[in-house]
T-cell receptor, first 114, second 112 residues
Framework: GAVVSQHPSRVICKSGTSVKIECRSLDFQATTMFWYRQFPKQSLMLMATSNEGSKATYEQGVEKDKFLINHASLTLSTLTVTSAHPEDSSFYIC??????????FGEGSRLTVL | QKEVEQNSGPLSVPEGAIASLNCTYS??????FFWYRQYSGKSPELIMF????GDKEDGRFTAQLNKASQYVSLLIRDSQPSDSATYLCAVNMGANAGKSTFGDGTTLTVKP
């Protein structure tokens, strides 16, 4: 099946700093990618839809200025958590549908903000 | 009411038994339904998808869809300890998985 790679898998940062997470589709082109956040023992919450060559579409309640999304190419989307705070600590996951529409998930990135 | 609801769990079954995971959804316009398995600390992986009413079988897994009742289930036959994970039900308005709405998941434990 298709492969989506996410990096870094774990990141620890200080409060107030920014963190960038990358999501790459390795063997297919993805015009759309999705970013989720998952808190412990909870389900995936869609944060935003990343669109190649245009602005991301954010879900209600998600601050677009805090969670910056860039989809500069057909294989790469990035999520930058700006001015991170401890409450931003979570498991961030990306996904991308391949040409058949099947959704493939990245490995996830566990962010800890001290 | 949540858009996608699953058994709160946790669900525990002995090895070799049938595990039954249930999911209901609120939007009658939903067209595609997915079951994902998520191991602790890992990302979800697709187990099965179903679009039409009835049963769909793939190995030890059977997905069942009843659109009139807005109900979708996943049966795991001959459960193995390696099946122990959280199972997420996802529902989509379109034909593709794209922007799916996820349930909170049911945690399954298969005891040897």
């Amino acid at each position: 099946g298709a492969v989506v790679s996410q990096h870094p898998s774990r990141v620890i940062c200080k409060s107030g700093t920014s963190v960038k997470i990358e999501c790459r589709s390795l063997d297919f082109q993805a015009t759309t990618m999705f970013w989720y956040r998952q808190f412990p023992k909870q389900s995936l919450m869609l944060m935003a839809t990343s669109n190649e060559g245009s602005k991301a579409t954010y879900e209600q309640g998600v601050e677009k200025d805090k969670f910056l999304i860039n989809h500069a190419s057909l294989t790469l989307s990035t999520l930058t958590v700006t001015s991170a705070h401890p409450e931003d600590s979570s498991f961030y996951i990306c996904s991308a549908p391949d040409q058949t529409g099947e959704l493939f998930f990245g490995e996830g990135s566990r962010l800890t903000v001290l | 009411q949540k858009e996608v609801e699953q058994n709160s769990g946790p669900l525990s079954v002995p090895e070799g038994a049938i595990a039954s995971l249930n999911c209901t959804y609120s939007d009658r316009g939903s067209q595609s339904f997915f079951w994902y398995r998520q191991y602790s600390g890992k990302s979800p992986e697709l187990i099965m998808f179903i679009y039409s009413n009835g049963d769909k079988e793939d190995g030890r897994f059977t997905a069942q869809l009843n659109k009139a009742s807005q109900y979708v289930s996943l049966l795991i036959r001959d459960s193995q300890p390696s099946d122990s994970a959280t199972y997420l039900c996802a529902v989509n308005m379109g034909a593709n998985a794209g922007k799916s709405t996820f349930g909170d998941g049911t945690t399954l434990t298969v005891k040897p």
